[in-house]
């Protein structure tokens, strides 16, 4: 057993004290500063806040739950509407699922990706098991930035988070931020009881109205 | 892959609609991916593994364009977490285009695998697939498959073996 400060917690669920924002007030703050951009987002507790922190980013958002396809995802949905702001909610658990869309950004450079990863340090929908960024030794922006996301950081406060949102909802180069959260879920919050089929309705008739295409159209005879 | 299969497959997949291509290279395939680089109309995105090609197959969908996952069969058992999720969960549709390793006539022992497990694997999906060895048949199997995908809103497959990829 080791007694270093970065070391992996000796009990499963114990928490590392790396994180120290508050996910939801961090998500208010995204929230502000969100329009007409496309929302992908993650599973576990981060579904329930970002519908309730951001609610009118409800329709603009695809509520996945979706372990290593967020991002993804994203990218793809960036690619098709490279007009369009389009944001990734990863997690930590999430993206270290597949690492490698980190190099697929880096290599495909999309203009429009922003790209923000809130980490834990546990998988918390689970009851708070611990990932690797809990050790302190895995750096996921340090890997989005070796995989060529030049502008990948990792911010431990409110106000840097908020700068960077700023700097990367306005970027022309795929932008990451890391954001170290304290793992507290937003106490009081109302469920977001639709499931992912409905979900996925709701954002594509969005994405038809506000882009002014049809994705799930009529069949040829009704 | 004989240059009058790859010219089949780019038009099948420009007469289904298809503007975005995700893939992982495979050998049986090696002509095709540099034909699809070369393509004007297609954007291809080369990925790290296949299921993270799925998913940005289903972002691609999400935006209003159609996109196809190229890979070898192999690569269907490393999308399966992916492909699973979307489809049977919130029915976003993959059309995915393999190359068909482990067929009969397969003679390298890696590939058995693939052949043994992949027909199982898309049943197991509920993925319905056709299985095209000749290449006059390749173009047609694109369009049926991308137009059931984008009307089920649920993954297809077509599988290229035979003359075409030996």
Same mark, same amino acid.
């Given at each position: 057993m080791t007694t270093t400060p970065d070391a992996r917690p000796t009990t499963a669920f114990e928490k590392t004290p790396h994180a120290t924002i508050s996910r939801y007030s961090a998500m208010e703050a995204l929230g502000r500063r969100l329009d007409d951009a496309l929302v992908i987002l993650s599973l576990g507790g981060a579904v329930d806040e970002w519908y309730n922190a951001a609610p009118h980013m409800r329709e603009a958002s695809?509520?996945?739950?979706?372990?290593?396809?967020?991002?993804?995802?994203?990218?793809?949905l960036?690619?098709?509407?490279?007009?369009?702001?389009?944001?990734?909610?990863?997690?930590?658990?999430?993206?270290?699922?597949?690492?490698?869309?980190?190099?697929?950004?880096?290599?495909?450079?999309?203009?429009?990706?922003?790209?923000?990863?809130?980490?834990?340090?546990?998988?918390?929908?689970?009851?708070?098991?611990?990932?690797?960024?809990?050790?302190?030794?895995?750096?996921?922006?340090?890997?989005?930035?070796?995989?060529?996301?030049?502008?990948?950081?990792?911010?431990?406060?409110l106000e840097a988070f908020d700068e960077h949102c700023a700097a990367g909802l306005a970027a022309d180069v795929p932008y990451l931020v890391v954001v170290k959260t304290d793992g507290i879920l937003q106490p009081g919050i109302k469920r977001k009881h639709s499931d992912g089929r409905e979900d996925k309705y709701i954002f594509v008739r969005h994405v038809e109205e506000t882009e002014g295409i049809v994705i799930m159209g009529p069949s040829e005879h009704n | 892959m004989q240059q009058h299969a790859v010219d089949a497959v780019v038009r099948g997949l420009k007469r289904a609609g298809i503007s975005v291509v995700c893939y992982l290279p495979d050998s049986l395939f090696k002509e095709l991916y540099p034909a699809l680089d070369a393509d004007p109309e297609i954007r291809t995105i080369q990925?790290?593994?296949?299921?993270?090609?799925?998913?940005? /197959?289903?972002?691609?969908?999400?935006?209003?364009? *159609?996109? $196809?996952?190229?890979? +070898?069969?192999?690569?269907?058992? &490393? !999308?399966?977490?992916?492909?699973?999720?979307?489809?049977?969960?919130?029915?976003?549709?993959?059309?995915?285009?393999?190359?068909?390793?482990g067929d009969l006539g397969e003679n390298n022992?890696?590939?058995?695998?693939?052949?043994?497990?992949?027909?199982?694997?898309?049943? /197991?999906?509920?993925?319905?697939?056709?299985?095209? *060895?000749? $290449?006059?048949?390749? +173009?047609?199997?694109?369009?049926? &498959? !991308?137009?059931?995908?984008?009307?089920?809103?649920?993954?297809?497959?077509?599988?290229?073996?035979?003359?075409?990829?030996?």
């Open positions: 695809l509520f996945q739950q979706q372990l290593g396809c967020v991002t993804g995802e994203a990218l793809g960036a690619v098709g509407l490279p007009h369009r702001r389009i944001v990734s909610l990863d997690t930590d658990g999430g993206l270290l699922f597949n690492l490698g869309i980190l190099a697929t950004v880096g290599n495909e450079q999309p203009a429009n990706l922003f790209i923000v990863v809130w980490d834990n340090e546990q998988y918390q929908s689970i009851g708070g098991p611990a990932t690797h960024t809990a050790s302190g030794r895995v750096d996921l922006a340090a890997i989005a930035r070796g995989c060529g996301v030049e502008h990948a950081y990792t911010v431990d406060t | 990925v790290t593994n296949e299921g993270e090609g799925a998913a940005i /197959a289903g972002g691609v969908f999400l935006s209003g364009k *159609r996109a $196809a996952l190229v890979m +070898e069969n192999s690569g269907l058992r &490393a !999308s399966v977490e992916h492909l699973a999720r979307m489809g049977l969960g919130a029915g976003i549709p993959v059309f995915m285009l393999m190359s068909y390793r022992w890696w590939a058995i695998p693939h052949g043994i497990t992949m027909e199982p694997v898309l049943d /197991a999906l509920r993925t319905p697939y056709r299985v095209v *060895r000749h $290449a006059d048949e390749i +173009e047609q199997a694109i369009v049926d &498959a !991308s137009t059931w995908s984008h009307t089920a809103y649920y993954h297809s497959a077509v599988a290229l073996s035979g003359e075409i990829v030996r």
